[in-house]
């Protein structure tokens, strides 16, 4: 059992960074695959960035793609987001999940997560 917590989130203009934290619960937080996903209001939920279990691969959705990265503390239980060059369509709720290693996975799909967070809002505006 995992339990993560967003934080970070905030009211930015266009072109400015946040940095989301996500911290975990439980000594097995470094055997599982982790996710940041969004959700703006009138769509479905997005998959945002992975990054493997002992951070040696990360992948991105297009659209956040030279813009985003993704990281993980194993040591301090901690998955990041860096936001740089935010636009207004990167407003959501956005939320960190967790994935066992070892499956076999979509790591795309919601689905395949196990545990997630309560969300963090981000709003960009103009």
């Known amino acids: 059992q995992v339990q993560l917590v967003e934080s970070g989130g905030g009211l930015v203009q266009a072109g400015d960074s946040l940095r989301l934290s996500c911290a975990a619960s439980?000594?097995?937080?470094?055997?599982?695959?982790m996710g940041w996903f969004r959700q703006a209001p009138g769509k479905e939920r997005e998959f945002v960035a992975t990054i493997r279990w002992n951070g040696d691969s990360t992948f991105y959705t297009d659209s956040v793609k030279g813009r985003f990265i993704i990281s993980r503390d194993n040591a301090k239980n901690m998955v990041y987001l860096q936001m740089n060059s935010l636009k207004p369509e990167d407003t959501a709720v956005y939320y960190c999940?967790?994935?066992?290693?070892?499956?076999?996975?979509?790591?795309?799909?919601?689905?395949?997560?196990?545990?997630w967070g309560q969300g963090t809002q981000v709003t960009v505006s103009s």
């Open positions: 439980g000594r097995t937080f470094s055997t599982y695959r």
């Open positions: 999940a967790a994935l066992p290693s070892g499956y076999g996975r979509n790591f795309r799909a919601s689905t395949s997560y196990d545990y």
